[in-house]
């Protein structure tokens, strides 16, 4: 399913203190917003919040990412991956990181667990 929200993930070498993973991953934001079709970007550095809780691990940082639908965008969510894998590849702040990138599963879409029934 296409539904233009992606998931790019950055690992940078073990002892990497936040600072620089904060720079990396400035670099990294301001060339996934200047890719086509971007709406939204959220990123996070040294660590991530989910729900009421945090964690920080200092080498590693993450970005949310939302384009335009398919139909105004002009291109898959394929191709959108690689263009955006090739940009981050020619960062040189990224030049010893892990870059990963994915396309997010839509919470309307996602398995639900069947309801517990008592006997």
Request: net charge positive; glycine share 8%; proline share 8%.
């Amino acid at each position: 399913m296409d539904d233009g929200r992606f998931r790019v993930s950055i690992e940078l070498p073990v002892g990497t203190p936040v600072d620089v993973t904060n720079r990396a991953t400035l670099a990294a934001e301001k060339v996934v917003r200047s890719l086509p079709a971007v709406r939204h970007v959220f990123a996070a550095a040294g660590g991530g919040i989910w729900g009421r809780g945090m964690w920080v691990r200092p080498r590693f940082a993450s970005m949310e990412v939302e384009v335009e639908p398919r139909r105004s965008r002009g291109m898959t969510a394929s191709a959108w991956l690689q263009h955006a894998q090739a940009e981050l590849s020619a960062l040189p702040e990224l030049a010893d990181a892990r870059v990963g990138s994915s396309r997010r599963a839509s919470a309307a879409c996602a398995p639900r667990p069947a309801p517990k029934t008592s006997r």
